[in-house]
């Protein structure tokens, strides 16, 4: 059972363009949201994380908006760049358990 | 760089084989986590350790089983292998295995069962 759901599976933006990750979760006990970016032939990496105490984290061009009512939460690349074409997970642990992935979306920036 | 090791970095082998997966953590990471990623099923959480215990068990398979070693690297058996364990396999450290923690991500393992 697929705890947080990931959409869409895949995503072609224009170079500087907004790119949109969204996902979504059941388990309320979860606290933890971090967006981890795949680049083919290598490990995942964290790219940005947030707490559901806050409703929006910004770093850079990545912005996390996190909406706890409707148990969703999205990633905004802004002014998307051909570099930022990687595959995007989102995940959500609970306290003292490992992180639960959604299934990736694989984003292509045209330049 | 993540600083986290894994061999071998590709794998190919039978099916009913038995295979070692090695992991370093990042110098001073007490906790190793085991994911294995297919196409399908995306990331899934196997198994984690920290200081050389066991601390939590997701969706890892009773033909496959791990260890974290007193010098805290980890490995991860697999065996009986079936065509349908084909997959990634990751290592991530992180520093004391605690929710909310960066986990650091290794290279990964290529496994193609045949």
Redesign the interface.
């Known amino acids: 059972q697929?705890q947080v759901k990931q959409s869409p599976q895949s995503l072609i933006v224009q170079k500087g363009g907004i790119s949109i990750i969204n996902c979504a979760y059941e388990n309320t006990a979860f606290?933890?949201f971090?967006w981890?970016q795949q680049f083919p032939?290598?490990?995942?990496?964290?790219l940005i994380?947030i707490?559901p105490d806050v409703s929006e984290k910004k770093e850079g061009r990545f912005t996390i908006s996190f909406n706890k009512s409707a148990k969703q939460f999205s990633l905004h690349i802004m002014d998307s760049q051909p570099g930022d074409s990687a595959t995007y997970?989102c995940a959500a642990?609970?306290?003292?358990?490992?992180?639960?992935?959604?299934?990736?979306t694989s984003l292509l920036v045209t330049p | 760089d993540?600083g986290?090791t894994q061999t071998p970095k590709h794998l190919i082998t039978a099916t009913g084989q038995r295979v070692t997966l090695r992991c370093s953590p990042r110098s001073g990471d007490l906790s190793v986590?085991w994911?294995q990623q297919s196409l399908d099923?995306?990331?899934?959480?196997l198994i984690?350790y920290y200081n050389g215990e066991e601390r939590?068990k997701?969706n890892i398979l009773e033909r496959f089983s791990a260890q974290q070693f007193p010098d805290l690297h980890s490995e991860l058996n697999l065996s009986s292998l079936e065509l349908g364990d084909s997959a990634l396999y990751?290592c991530?450290s992180s520093v004391g295995g605690?929710?909310?923690e960066?986990?650091?991500?290794?290279?990964?393992t290529r496994l193609l069962v045949l």
């Open positions: 697929q606290d933890y971090p981890y032939g290598k490990g995942p990496a964290l994380a707490r997970f642990s609970k306290p003292g358990y490992a992180l639960n992935f959604g299934k990736g | 993540s986290v986590y994911y099923q995306g990331l899934q959480f984690q939590a997701g990751f991530a605690l929710a909310g960066t986990q650091y991500f290794g290279p990964g």
